[in-house]
């Protein structure tokens, strides 16, 4: 048996890091691997983390990303100091035999593994952004205190690149998640859906499931949505999301405010935090995600496990998920061209650009393809450690 710590340092309440780590952790195997996983602070994650027998753990995390003060740096450095002392004890306690982080800029548990000689990994849930030196610099941390980093997407490699030689301690492992619920289109909840929403049969719905956060570039949607319905009333947007932290707030009032302005309360529906997301799918005809800003949202592959084509933005590594005829890729931050794509996306077969959506889905983003490509990574961590033993 050999016990894996996960890192996360972030104390949010919606999806992110903790869907994909809670698909890993899920996946493993159970016989071979227990799982702990050290948070910042409790979340609504914690009882499904628990559920699926993973230990909790809380302590001090220390990130050193984006500066939001002048006293950003200063008082994670102090976060850090602390951060060791803890994590120390946690990976004595329990032998952790590889320490696994989440987020590129978490450090201290690797710091930690490096000091204990434990193998470590870490898997950077980012893409690079101006000043991209900040990017590298973060990057080359990663590079120094771990033996394996993790990447999502293509575009995340930037950041590891320095003199125009690459780290060699990179592997790309694509997320992936199970599909937890049957293709019911068609089926009585189509209707549930459209008696709430008060829509005819004639309508079409196109879903949007996103954090209520500037980077899903939501305005752009509304915006594409009062365009369409000049042309075509008949389209219908469902926004299902919520806040994650409490600064998006003043995001989420302005989309409410714009929807009220361009008098689209019968043609945007936000219905906030939703936990049936699958049945949600079921019944709509088309996702589009607007992002300006993305790496690699699982949603996509949601709605491409229940049979959905996809418009969604070219960022991150979105053009690695919507590839071909599973769906239509447009710019970032522009409403024209989204609306351009929603229109046409309706002319096409969309029965059967769903069906070619599920193929992919099936082909290179399944959980299992997710789970055992990672569990090989620890594998060979393992066999790379055993063989230093051997040498000492």
């Known amino acids: 048996?050999?016990?894996?710590?996960?890192?996360?340092?972030?104390?949010?309440?919606?999806?992110?890091?903790?869907?994909?780590?809670?698909?890993?952790?899920?996946?493993?195997?159970?016989?071979?691997?227990?799982?702990?996983?050290?948070?910042?602070?409790?979340?609504?994650?914690?009882?499904?983390?628990?559920?699926?027998?993973?230990?909790?753990?809380?302590?001090?995390?220390?990130?050193?990303?984006?500066?939001?003060?002048?006293?950003?740096?200063?008082?994670?450095?102090?976060?850090?100091?602390?951060?060791?002392?803890?994590?120390?004890?946690?990976?004595?306690?329990?032998?952790?035999?590889?320490?696994?982080?989440?987020?590129?800029?978490?450090?201290?548990?690797?710091?930690?593994?490096?000091?204990?000689?434990?193998?470590?990994?870490?898997?950077?849930?980012?893409?690079?952004?101006?000043?991209?030196?900040?990017?590298?610099?973060?990057?080359?941390?990663?590079?120094?205190?771990?033996?394996?980093?993790?990447?999502?997407?293509?575009?995340?490699?930037?950041?590891?690149?320095?003199?125009?030689?690459?780290?060699?301690?990179?592997?790309?492992?694509?997320?992936?998640?199970?599909?937890?619920?049957?293709?019911?289109?068609?089926?009585?909840?189509?209707?549930?859906?459209?008696?709430?929403?008060?829509?005819?049969?004639?309508?079409?719905?196109?879903?949007?499931?996103?954090?209520?956060?500037?980077?899903?570039?939501?305005?752009y949607l509304i915006e594409a949505a009062a365009r369409i319905r000049v042309s075509d009333p008949t389209i219908k947007f469902v926004i299902v999301g919520d806040v994650a932290f409490d600064h998006e707030r003043a995001y989420k009032d302005g989309l409410a405010r714009l929807i009220e302005r361009l008098e689209l309360d019968t043609t945007v529906f936000m219905l906030g935090l939703r936990r049936d997301v699958p049945e949600l799918l079921s019944q709509s005809d088309v996702l589009v995600l607007p992002s300006v800003y993305d790496i690699f949202p699982t949603v996509i592959l949601e709605a491409m496990s229940m049979g959905l084509p996809v418009v969604a933005t070219d960022v991150g590594g979105v053009p690695e998920m919507v590839r071909g005829n599973t769906g239509i890729l447009v710019a970032a931050s522009d409403s024209e061209a989204l609306k351009e794509a929603i229109i046409r996306i309706f002319t096409m077969d969309v029965e059967r650009m769903g069906h070619h959506a599920t193929a992919l889905y099936l082909q290179e983003f399944t959980q299992e393809q997710y789970v055992g490509r990672t569990a090989a990574l620890y594998e060979e961590m393992f066999r790379s450690k055993r063989r230093q033993l051997n040498k000492a």
């Open 1 to 219: 048996m050999k016990n894996i710590l996960f890192v996360q340092p972030y104390a949010s309440q919606v999806g992110g890091v903790d869907t994909v780590l809670l698909q890993l952790i899920q996946g493993l195997d159970g016989g071979r691997f227990r799982c702990f996983v050290l948070l910042s602070a409790p979340t609504a994650y914690v009882e499904k983390y628990e559920a699926l027998g993973a230990t909790v753990l809380f302590g001090p995390l220390a990130v050193f990303g984006k500066p939001t003060d002048p006293g950003y740096y200063f008082r994670n450095l102090y976060v850090l100091f602390k951060s060791l002392a803890v994590i120390n004890r946690i990976v004595k306690q329990h032998r952790i035999d590889l320490i696994h982080s989440h987020k590129m800029e978490v450090i201290g548990a690797n710091i930690i593994g490096k000091w204990l000689g434990i193998p470590t990994i870490q898997t950077v849930h980012e893409l690079a952004r101006k000043p991209l030196i900040a990017y590298k610099f973060v990057a080359g941390l990663n590079h120094l205190f771990n033996d394996k980093v993790i990447v999502l997407c293509e575009r995340s490699k930037i950041m590891f690149r320095w003199f125009r030689k690459e780290s060699g301690k990179i592997v790309k492992i694509y997320n992936g998640i199970s599909k937890t619920s049957q293709d019911t289109r068609g089926g009585s909840r189509l209707e549930s859906l459209r008696e709430q929403l008060q829509l005819s049969s004639g309508d079409r719905i196109v879903i949007t499931i996103a954090r209520l956060s500037p980077m899903k570039g939501l305005e």
